[in-house]
């Protein structure tokens, strides 16, 4: 008999008007990595709630076994009595207090009349020990990178004895160096017996850490299998349902003379009088695709936000859109001049959560949508229609709340809002984090068309494979400067690499 930690038995969850899960079932054995695959909206994330009590029993059907034994988890209490814990891509630490107080925020030994520091600190160093991370346990959590505080998260995981880890999208905001800490914990883990469900996007991960992977379609089990048995294309092809031969699908296009964007000697000093950008000085071309490489921190963000009059912070040095020198104070200066910038960060800068699709799709693009002065409800609801059905986008309907679909839905409707706006020069920062393969094949083809059209496209990306397979022409930026630039043909993982850590001008 199998030795399993999680069987979940016809998992049927519905919301109003979507049934998310449709009859699922999904068995985990004792101390595997079980990577659940599927494309956006496939129902990974609501499985998994549905796992850690999130959605409490009685509010889907089926059964949960853990250790085979039958449970019904009424609350994420009782799921994490049960030995789950689910580490979300949302970080739910505590920016404000320590290390060692966040590891130990709702244990005893935080509770207690008289806190006993000393013994808080040499806790904390021994699980900070443990996941191999060499950090002072007094070190205020929102001074660690984003890759540091996940791992804080599975330590903290870890202190209330987890048996059943659960990783959603846990690399998607990670550096590389993080990341390879996070998989290296993970086989530890492993090898202490910890059982783990990792999801990503990211295929590659899925085949070096992962001995299992189930891949779910549309709420419903596709198919799990051992990991000797596939290969990433395999892979993609369970998840979308059809064969996809080629990720990225660039076309040679002919290039325009004409300088859409001109920055010239760009400095940027934030309010605490540091440099944030040095001298930053590039062109870009009517109908090119220009990719900006660099490690997490490297200001790629923030001059690309400052362009876009969306950073604090004292900027020199001129910019010419279309030939003109612009002054750009806020965003809606920006708009007004013809840029269109896609954040990182969907739910800070993207999107109304509370909204529906529609509105949220035409924002950027209201005076497109004015007849006589008013708002033209069906050419908005239209124009909505045409955008998302070309993105493939999962929803229920266009009046479904933002805030209810899946992560990588919203990002497709951010995309959506900023193609409207039919801009000159579209800036798009980490465009396809989080989204399944599928869709972004659809999103790098929107790119090529647009830029075919004579847009002038910027893709801020930390996946080089992205920025190799769809880019005209590659800067490489480090500690606020351009340290490399390379043509489509000279460009390799290698050079990049060299020019985003070393800083040396090629
Ligand atoms: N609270 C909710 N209310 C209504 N519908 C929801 C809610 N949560 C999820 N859904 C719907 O359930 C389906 C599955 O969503 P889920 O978040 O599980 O997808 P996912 O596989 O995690 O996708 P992604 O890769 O984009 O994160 C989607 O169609 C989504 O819109
Ligand atoms: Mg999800």
Redesign the pocket.
């Known amino acids: 008999m199998e030795n399993y930690a999680l069987q979940m038995k016809a998992i049927t969850k519905e919301?109003?008007g979507?049934r998310?899960l449709d009859n699922v079932t999904f068995s985990v054995r004792k101390g595997e990595i079980h990577a659940l695959c599927?494309?956006?909206?496939?129902?990974?994330?609501?499985?998994m709630k549905v796992l850690s009590g999130v959605y409490p029993h009685g509010t889907y059907d089926g059964q949960i076994l853990i250790n085979g034994q039958k449970v019904e988890l009424k609350s994420i209490k009782e799921s994490q009595n049960a030995g789950v814990s689910i580490i979300y891509q949302e970080l739910a630490l505590v920016e404000e207090m320590s290390v060692a107080e966040n590891l130990f925020l709702s244990h005893d030994l935080m509770r207690a009349r008289i806190i006993d520091w000393n013994k808080i600190y040499s806790e904390a160093q021994k699980w900070l020990d443990h996941i191999g991370l060499d950090i002072d346990p007094q070190t205020k959590v929102g001074h660690l990178t984003v890759g540091k505080q996940q791992l804080i998260e599975i330590a903290k995981a870890l202190t209330q004895k987890t048996e059943i880890l659960i990783l959603d999208?846990p690399t998607a905001a990670l550096t590389e160096s993080d990341v390879d800490i996070l998989i290296k914990l993970l086989n530890d883990l492993r090898a202490e017996g910890v059982t783990c469900i990792y999801i990503s996007?990211k295929l590659g991960e899925v085949m070096t850490l992962a001995d299992t992977v189930t891949i779910i379609r549309d709420?419903q089990t596709v198919s799990t299998d051992r990991i000797e048995d596939l290969s990433e294309e395999m892979i993609i092809t369970k998840m979308v349902g059809r064969e996809l031969t080629e990720l990225f699908p660039y076309e040679e296009r002919p290039i325009s003379s004409e300088n859409i964007l001109d920055v010239k000697n760009y400095t940027v000093i934030d309010p605490l009088g540091k440099k944030i950008i040095n001298d930053v000085s590039f062109t870009l071309k009517k109908g090119e695709i220009l990719g900006f490489s660099g490690l997490m921190g490297a200001g790629r963000t923030e001059l690309f936000m400052s362009l876009f009059g969306g950073l604090r912070g004292n900027p020199t040095g001129t910019v010419l859109i279309d030939g003109k020198a612009t002054m750009i104070k806020n965003p809606a200066d920006a708009i007004r001049e013809g840029l269109a910038y896609v954040s990182e960060d969907r739910k800070r800068y993207g999107l109304v959560l509370g909204m529906d699709i529609t509105k949220n799709t035409t924002l950027a693009a209201l005076n497109k949508m004015m007849k006589l002065k008013v708002i033209d409800n069906a050419l908005e609801v239209k124009t909505a229609g045409d955008i998302t059905y070309k993105m493939n986008l999962?929803?229920p309907n266009l009046e479904a709340l933002v805030g209810?679909?899946?992560?990588?839905?919203q990002q497709k409707v951010v995309l959506s809002k900023w193609l409207l706006n039919d801009p000159k020069v579209l800036i798009l920062d980490e465009p396809t984090r989080?989204i399944?393969v599928g869709a972004k094949y659809e999103i790098y083809k929107i790119i090529n068309e647009l830029a075919s059209q004579g847009v002038g496209i910027v893709i801020v990306s930390s996946e080089l494979p992205e920025v190799l397979g769809m880019s005209d022409r590659i800067l490489v930026m480090a500690e606020g400067k351009i340290t490399g630039e390379f043509s489509r043909e000279e460009a390799t993982q290698e050079k990049i690499m060299t020019c985003a850590t070393g800083g040396e001008k090629s």
Request: net charge negative; aromatic share 4%.
């Open positions: 919301f109003p979507v998310a599927g494309e956006n909206g496939a129902g990974k994330s609501t499985l999208e996007h709420g999962k929803a209810q679909l899946s992560g990588g839905n989080g399944d």
